[in-house]
C-alpha cells in the first residue's frame, strides 16, 4: 500500500533524477552559466525553477540536506539518491 509520504518521496525522487539528467547533458558548459533545474521537494504540484550554475548545483547536492529547493521550501521526509 503506498502512503501519502511514499509518494511525496516518490516526486522528490522523479525531480532529483530529472535533474540528474540536466546536469550530465549539459556538463560541457560553461561551469559559471545558470541553469534551470528543478525544486526537489515533495510537492506534486511544484515545478519550480531552481536556477544555478553547475559547480553550485553540485555544492547543493554535496551538502548536508543534498536536495535542491526553492527558497521556503522543505524537503520530503527522504529522498534517495538516484
Given at each position: ?9 516518490q ?11 540536466i546536469?550530465?547533458?549539459l ?15 515533495g510537492?506534486?504540484?511544484?515545478f519550480?525553477?531552481?536556477?544555478l550554475?553547475l559547480?553550485d548545483?553540485q555544492?547543493e ?12 521550501h522543505r524537503?520530503?521526509r ?5
Amino acid at each position: 500500500m503506498t502512503t501519502v509520504t511514499d509518494s511525496l518521496n516518490q516526486h522528490a525522487q522523479y525531480k532529483r533524477a530529472t535533474n540528474e539528467l540536466i546536469r550530465e547533458s549539459l556538463q560541457d558548459r560553461d561551469r559559471a552559466d545558470m541553469i534551470g533545474f528543478f525544486c526537489e521537494c515533495g510537492d506534486p504540484a511544484c515545478f519550480e525553477a531552481v536556477w544555478l550554475s553547475l559547480d553550485d548545483y553540485q555544492a547543493e547536492r554535496a551538502g548536508p540536506a543534498g536536495t535542491v529547493l526553492t527558497a521556503g521550501h522543505r524537503p520530503s521526509r527522504r529522498v534517495t539518491p538516484s
